[in-house]
Protein backbone atom coordinates (compact mmCIF):
# COMPACT_ATOMS: atom_id res chain seq x y z
CA UNK A 1 0.00 0.00 0.00
CA UNK A 2 1.41 3.32 -0.87
CA UNK A 3 1.35 6.07 1.86
CA UNK A 4 3.69 7.85 4.35
CA UNK A 5 4.55 5.96 7.79
CA UNK A 6 5.75 7.87 10.89
CA UNK A 7 7.71 5.55 13.89
CA UNK A 8 7.39 5.54 16.81
CA UNK A 9 4.11 6.45 17.40
CA UNK A 10 5.06 7.82 21.40
CA UNK A 11 8.25 9.29 21.77
CA UNK A 12 9.96 10.00 25.32
CA UNK A 13 13.02 12.23 25.61
CA UNK A 14 15.11 13.09 29.10
CA UNK A 15 16.12 16.51 29.30
CA UNK A 16 19.09 17.63 27.22
CA UNK A 17 18.59 14.66 25.00
CA UNK A 18 18.45 14.56 21.27
CA UNK A 19 15.87 12.66 19.60
CA UNK A 20 14.64 11.75 15.95
CA UNK A 21 11.28 11.26 14.70
CA UNK A 22 11.27 9.17 11.13
CA UNK A 23 9.00 9.66 8.42
CA UNK A 24 9.13 7.51 5.46
CA UNK A 25 6.97 7.49 2.24
CA UNK A 26 6.29 5.58 -0.86
CA UNK A 27 4.09 8.03 -2.84
CA UNK A 28 7.19 8.84 -5.12
CA UNK A 29 6.69 12.01 -3.75
CA UNK A 30 9.44 14.67 -4.29
CA UNK A 31 8.25 17.05 -1.27
CA UNK A 32 8.47 16.58 2.36
CA UNK A 33 7.16 18.61 5.21
CA UNK A 34 7.40 18.59 9.38
CA UNK A 35 4.78 19.98 11.16
CA UNK A 36 4.24 20.87 14.85
CA UNK A 37 0.92 21.10 16.62
CA UNK A 38 0.28 22.25 19.92
CA UNK A 39 -3.20 21.23 21.61
CA UNK A 40 -5.84 23.20 20.71
CA UNK A 41 -3.99 24.67 17.60
CA UNK A 42 -3.24 24.46 14.13
CA UNK A 43 -0.13 23.33 12.43
CA UNK A 44 2.93 25.39 11.99
CA UNK A 45 5.31 24.60 9.43
CA UNK A 46 9.31 23.29 11.27
CA UNK A 47 10.87 22.41 7.77
CA UNK A 48 10.09 21.30 4.40
CA UNK A 49 11.93 19.66 1.57
CA UNK A 50 11.43 20.10 -2.23
CA UNK A 51 13.90 17.31 -3.32
CA UNK A 52 16.76 15.20 -2.01
CA UNK A 53 19.82 16.90 -0.22
CA UNK A 54 17.86 20.11 -0.16
CA UNK A 55 15.58 21.64 2.53
CA UNK A 56 14.38 25.14 4.14
CA UNK A 57 13.57 26.88 7.10
CA UNK A 58 9.52 27.01 8.10
CA UNK A 59 8.42 29.43 10.22
CA UNK A 60 9.74 27.55 13.39
CA UNK A 61 12.93 25.87 13.03
CA UNK A 62 15.09 26.94 16.05
CA UNK A 63 15.56 23.61 18.05
CA UNK A 64 15.11 20.89 15.31
CA UNK A 65 17.11 19.73 12.17
CA UNK A 66 16.30 17.52 9.15
CA UNK A 67 18.42 15.66 6.38
CA UNK A 68 17.38 14.49 3.30
CA UNK A 69 19.41 12.17 1.94
CA UNK A 70 16.96 10.22 -0.08
CA UNK A 71 13.42 10.87 -1.58
CA UNK A 72 11.92 8.89 0.97
CA UNK A 73 13.07 9.77 3.67
CA UNK A 74 12.90 13.08 5.78
CA UNK A 75 13.91 12.57 9.54
CA UNK A 76 13.46 15.17 11.84
CA UNK A 77 15.79 16.00 15.03
CA UNK A 78 14.41 17.40 17.80
CA UNK A 79 17.79 19.18 19.66
CA UNK A 80 18.29 19.63 23.16
CA UNK A 81 17.82 23.55 22.31
CA UNK A 82 14.36 22.67 21.64
CA UNK A 83 12.90 24.04 25.46
CA UNK A 84 9.41 22.94 24.80
CA UNK A 85 9.67 19.92 22.33
CA UNK A 86 6.19 18.48 23.83
CA UNK A 87 3.86 18.52 20.95
CA UNK A 88 2.39 16.18 18.03
CA UNK A 89 4.16 15.90 15.02
CA UNK A 90 2.84 15.49 11.59
CA UNK A 91 4.81 14.74 8.45
CA UNK A 92 3.46 15.61 4.90
CA UNK A 93 4.53 14.98 1.37
CA UNK A 94 3.59 16.05 -1.87
CA UNK A 95 3.97 16.00 -5.52
CA UNK A 96 5.40 19.17 -5.31
CA UNK A 97 5.51 22.67 -3.82
CA UNK A 98 1.97 23.19 -5.41
CA UNK A 99 0.16 20.27 -4.96
CA UNK A 100 -2.12 18.55 -1.99
CA UNK A 101 -0.26 17.61 0.65
CA UNK A 102 -0.98 14.01 2.18
CA UNK A 103 -0.23 13.68 6.15
CA UNK A 104 1.03 10.64 7.91
CA UNK A 105 -0.56 9.44 11.55
CA UNK A 106 1.74 11.54 13.60
CA UNK A 107 4.03 10.88 17.07
CA UNK A 108 3.48 12.10 20.54
CA UNK A 109 6.75 13.36 21.88
CA UNK A 110 6.47 13.80 25.42
CA UNK A 111 9.50 15.08 27.82
CA UNK A 112 9.84 12.79 30.87
CA UNK B 1 1.70 37.35 5.67
CA UNK B 2 -1.52 35.54 4.96
CA UNK B 3 -3.25 34.60 7.76
CA UNK B 4 -6.60 31.92 8.01
CA UNK B 5 -9.00 32.43 10.54
CA UNK B 6 -11.80 30.17 11.70
CA UNK B 7 -14.05 31.94 14.27
CA UNK B 8 -15.99 28.85 15.50
CA UNK B 9 -14.04 26.92 17.95
CA UNK B 10 -16.68 24.49 18.52
CA UNK B 11 -19.97 23.29 17.01
CA UNK B 12 -22.34 20.51 17.39
CA UNK B 13 -24.91 18.94 15.61
CA UNK B 14 -27.56 15.89 15.43
CA UNK B 15 -26.91 13.41 12.90
CA UNK B 16 -28.37 13.97 9.45
CA UNK B 17 -28.33 17.42 9.99
CA UNK B 18 -26.23 19.99 7.52
CA UNK B 19 -23.65 22.00 9.72
CA UNK B 20 -21.68 24.67 8.05
CA UNK B 21 -17.95 25.84 9.38
CA UNK B 22 -16.60 29.03 8.44
CA UNK B 23 -13.51 30.02 7.23
CA UNK B 24 -12.18 33.21 6.42
CA UNK B 25 -8.46 34.08 5.05
CA UNK B 26 -6.37 36.89 4.39
CA UNK B 27 -3.85 37.66 1.30
CA UNK B 28 -2.87 40.00 -1.19
CA UNK B 29 -2.76 37.08 -4.21
CA UNK B 30 -4.97 36.60 -6.85
CA UNK B 31 -3.94 32.71 -7.47
CA UNK B 32 -3.75 30.29 -4.75
CA UNK B 33 -5.46 27.09 -3.45
CA UNK B 34 -8.02 26.55 -0.08
CA UNK B 35 -8.27 23.07 1.63
CA UNK B 36 -10.23 21.58 4.50
CA UNK B 37 -8.38 19.09 6.24
CA UNK B 38 -10.54 16.95 8.91
CA UNK B 39 -8.49 15.62 12.27
CA UNK B 40 -10.72 12.86 13.85
CA UNK B 41 -9.48 11.41 17.58
CA UNK B 42 -7.02 9.31 15.97
CA UNK B 43 -5.24 12.71 14.92
CA UNK B 44 -4.26 11.81 11.29
CA UNK B 45 -4.78 14.64 8.90
CA UNK B 46 -7.01 13.47 6.30
CA UNK B 47 -7.58 15.98 3.03
CA UNK B 48 -11.41 16.62 2.65
CA UNK B 49 -11.57 19.10 -0.43
CA UNK B 50 -9.67 21.55 -2.30
CA UNK B 51 -10.63 24.47 -4.57
CA UNK B 52 -8.57 26.23 -6.61
CA UNK B 53 -9.07 30.39 -6.54
CA UNK B 54 -9.28 30.15 -10.34
CA UNK B 55 -12.00 28.35 -10.77
CA UNK B 56 -15.78 29.97 -9.90
CA UNK B 57 -17.07 26.69 -9.70
CA UNK B 58 -17.58 25.20 -5.64
CA UNK B 59 -15.72 22.07 -5.27
CA UNK B 60 -17.64 19.47 -4.04
CA UNK B 61 -16.71 15.86 -2.57
CA UNK B 62 -19.89 13.80 -1.53
CA UNK B 63 -21.32 15.12 1.12
CA UNK B 64 -18.98 17.90 1.52
CA UNK B 65 -19.28 21.21 -0.46
CA UNK B 66 -17.07 24.53 -0.31
CA UNK B 67 -19.00 27.94 -0.66
CA UNK B 68 -16.12 30.02 -2.06
CA UNK B 69 -16.68 33.76 -2.11
CA UNK B 70 -13.37 35.32 -3.43
CA UNK B 71 -14.46 38.95 -3.00
CA UNK B 72 -14.85 38.50 0.47
CA UNK B 73 -12.19 35.80 0.97
CA UNK B 74 -14.28 33.31 2.47
CA UNK B 75 -14.04 29.11 2.48
CA UNK B 76 -16.97 27.57 4.18
CA UNK B 77 -17.60 23.75 4.23
CA UNK B 78 -21.14 22.22 3.97
CA UNK B 79 -21.27 18.86 5.92
CA UNK B 80 -24.50 17.35 4.11
CA UNK B 81 -26.41 14.56 6.09
CA UNK B 82 -23.75 14.52 8.84
CA UNK B 83 -22.79 11.22 10.17
CA UNK B 84 -20.96 9.83 13.51
CA UNK B 85 -18.05 9.55 11.28
CA UNK B 86 -17.69 13.25 11.01
CA UNK B 87 -16.82 13.89 14.44
CA UNK B 88 -13.87 15.63 14.36
CA UNK B 89 -11.30 19.06 14.70
CA UNK B 90 -11.47 20.54 10.54
CA UNK B 91 -9.00 22.52 9.10
CA UNK B 92 -8.93 25.01 6.96
CA UNK B 93 -5.70 25.85 4.84
CA UNK B 94 -4.43 28.02 2.61
CA UNK B 95 -1.70 27.83 -0.09
CA UNK B 96 -0.30 30.18 -2.45
CA UNK B 97 1.60 29.44 -5.63
CA UNK B 98 4.29 31.80 -4.84
CA UNK B 99 6.76 33.23 -6.93
CA UNK B 100 9.92 33.78 -6.45
CA UNK B 101 9.29 33.94 -2.59
CA UNK B 102 9.36 30.15 -2.32
CA UNK B 103 8.38 30.15 1.38
CA UNK B 104 4.94 31.58 0.26
CA UNK B 105 4.11 28.30 -1.38
CA UNK B 106 3.49 26.60 2.19
CA UNK B 107 0.06 25.90 3.72
CA UNK B 108 -1.24 27.84 6.17
CA UNK B 109 -3.59 26.50 8.89
CA UNK B 110 -6.55 28.17 11.21
CA UNK B 111 -6.80 26.86 14.37
CA UNK B 112 -9.12 24.45 13.90
CA UNK B 113 -13.18 23.61 14.20
CA UNK B 114 -14.05 20.92 16.55
CA UNK B 115 -17.21 19.28 15.45
CA UNK B 116 -19.21 16.82 16.89
CA UNK B 117 -21.91 14.83 15.49
CA UNK B 118 -24.68 13.97 18.41
CA UNK B 119 -26.72 10.37 17.92
Known amino acids: DGGITQSPKYLFRKEGQNVTLSCEQN?????MYWYRQDPGQGLRLIYYSQIVNDFQKGDIAEGYSVSREKKESFPLTVTSAQKNPTAFYLCASSRGLLRTQYFGPGTRLLVL | AQTVTQSQPEMSVQEAETVTLSCTYD???????LFWYKQPPSRQMILVIR??????QNATENRFSVNFQKAAKSFSLKISDSQLGDTAMYFC????????????????FGQGTRLTINP
Open chain 2, 27 to 33: TSESNYY
Open chain 2, 93 to 108: AFMTTGGQDQGAQKLV
Open chain 2, 51 to 56: QEAYKQ
Open chain 1, 27 to 31: LNHDA
